[in-house]
């Protein structure tokens, strides 16, 4: 803390006390606009998952950004889409439900791209969370030039009016305290809602199973799309001080147990090395990884699969 900020009130922005805010917040937009990266950067450990391919977040996972002035809880949501299988079908429910409870909605639209009718879809849909302020955040400015952002900005001004609108860098981290401190301003005075240590309230398996899933799904998202779920079944403590974790990777097809696999296990043994190492550096401790590949018929439709994997 800097000795101004020490001094109190009185030598605080422009004399007024700058009280303590906590809330909630929730990146939308198409996927692949950078959520997922952004939900990092602020929280500032990997949390969520990061792909160059679209929709790979399943599930709400709430990251927690820590300032001085508040914290803000960040859930972090797949994309809306229409949906197509049951599992899209609860996503899209997961999204209403969640953005009907937050404080400020972030919509991201990426700098470097036009504003197209997917961008407009999403931002029609904002209207029905009016409880919501809206923050519009365009996306990867490292990536657009000078004239691009301010065509952008001004198509965004026309959306509609935005509580703020905010262009930001998760990559070379432009704007992003300008962005936190935006958000914090727009959220309810509260005090801390979550201990100072904690970055996310999701289950330490559930982390673990997304790692796991991340690492399987690299290389292999053109066949494997969205067949691969991941779930941690045990864990042991090992005298010599390893953590033992049993995992299972789950399929659809027989077909795609085998990419899974890989020639005489060679790629799952390269998945569960890379899946490892991560987990390594979430729990901060040496770990021994057990994988083992399933196949759960068509799980996407399944609504009792589907229980089993977590997507309640
Ligand atoms: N250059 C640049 N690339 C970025 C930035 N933010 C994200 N990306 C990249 O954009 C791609 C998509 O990022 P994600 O964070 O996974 O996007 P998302 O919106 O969460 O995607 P879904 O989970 O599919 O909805 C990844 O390859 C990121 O590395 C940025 O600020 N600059």
Request: net charge negative; proline share 5%; aromatic share 4%.
């Amino acid at each position: 803390m800097s000795q101004e900020q020490q001094r109190g009130p009185e030598t605080g922005d422009g004399g007024a006390e700058r009280e303590y805010r906590a809330g909630f917040v929730s990146f939308v937009g198409r996927p692949n606009v950078g959520k997922s990266t952004l939900t990092n950067a602020l929280v500032g450990e990997k949390i969520a998952i990061t792909s160059p391919k679209p929709q790979t977040t399943r599930r709400a996972i709430r990251g927690i950004a820590h300032r001085e002035s508040g914290q803000l809880i960040i859930v972090d949501t797949p994309g809306l889409h229409r949906p197509r299988t049951l599992l899209g079908e609860r996503l899209n429910a997961l999204v209403e439900a969640t953005l009907g409870d937050v404080d400020v909605i972030g919509f991201c639209i990426p700098a470097n791209e036009k504003l197209g009718p997917g961008d407009r879809f999403i931002n029609e849909r904002l209207n029905d969370f009016p409880r919501a302020k809206k923050v519009a955040v365009l996306t990867k400015v490292d990536e657009a030039s000078k004239s691009e952002i301010i065509d952008q900005l001004t198509r965004l001004g026309e959306l509609r009016e935005w509580d703020a609108v905010v262009p930001i860098s998760s990559v070379t981290r432009e704007q992003l305290d300008v962005l936190a401190d935006v958000l914090l301003e727009l959220m309810p005075v509260s005090p801390p809602l979550y201990e100072a240590e904690q970055t996310t309230d999701e289950g330490e398996d559930d982390r673990i199973a997304e790692l796991i899933r991340e690492a399987a799904l690299d290389g292999v998202r053109d066949e494997l799309p969205h067949s691969l779920a991941a779930t941690v079944e045990d864990r042991e403590e090992r005298e010599d001080g390893l953590l033992e974790i049993y995992a299972n990777l789950y399929v659809e097809r027989d077909s795609q147990k085998g990419i899974v696999i890989g020639h005489r296990g060679s790629r799952l043994r390269d998945v569960g090395e890379r899946a490892r190492k991560e987990i390594e550096v979430l729990l901060g401790r040496r770990v021994y990884l057990s994988l083992r590949v399933k196949v759960l018929k068509e799980w996407q439709r399944d609504p009792k699969a589907l229980g089993k994997l977590g997507f309640n």
